[in-house]
């Protein structure tokens, strides 16, 4: 027992070593920065929205433009309440943060590349998101209307 004692040890530390046990540089954006402190949301590493977005109450006119143009370039994959190409999107302001949201509008292709959550839905859906060709503020305003529609004020 004795004998395989340090050679199954030394082969746990060399696992150690090769899984995982890389520094601080090599970790992905998110989770701590190793003291503890959170590192920023991955999300604000991806795409356009590199800042928190200070949201007021919801702005009915731009939830308006924001509908037209989810009605104009999302509809043919989300729907607000069922499940169809990709997922339901009523509530998505309740699971996701604005700049998520806003960079996954700007950016799904670098957003599905590098974000563990959009990789799973990716999986589960078996369909990637197309860039539609928005603007900054065109996703902004569809960011209104999900929250809108999710009952926000």
Known sequence: ???????????????????????????????????????????????????????????????????????????????LDMRYVGPPLREVTLRRSPEYIMNMILNPEGMQERHPEVQKLVEEYMTKMTFQNVTEQEARAILEFLRQAAGEE
Do not use: N, W, Y
């Open 1 to 79: 027992m004795q004998r395989l004692g340090l050679p199954v040890l030394l082969l746990l530390l060399g696992l150690g070593m090769g899984c995982g046990g890389g520094s601080k540089a090599e970790q992905p954006a998110g989770g701590t920065d190793g003291t503890g402190v959170a590192a920023r949301p991955l999300e604000l590493e991806i795409g356009p929205i590199k800042e928190k977005l200070q949201l007021g109450p919801v702005d009915p006119t731009l939830a308006e433009q924001g509908k037209v143009i989810f009605e104009q370039k999302c509809t043919s994959c989300h729907k």
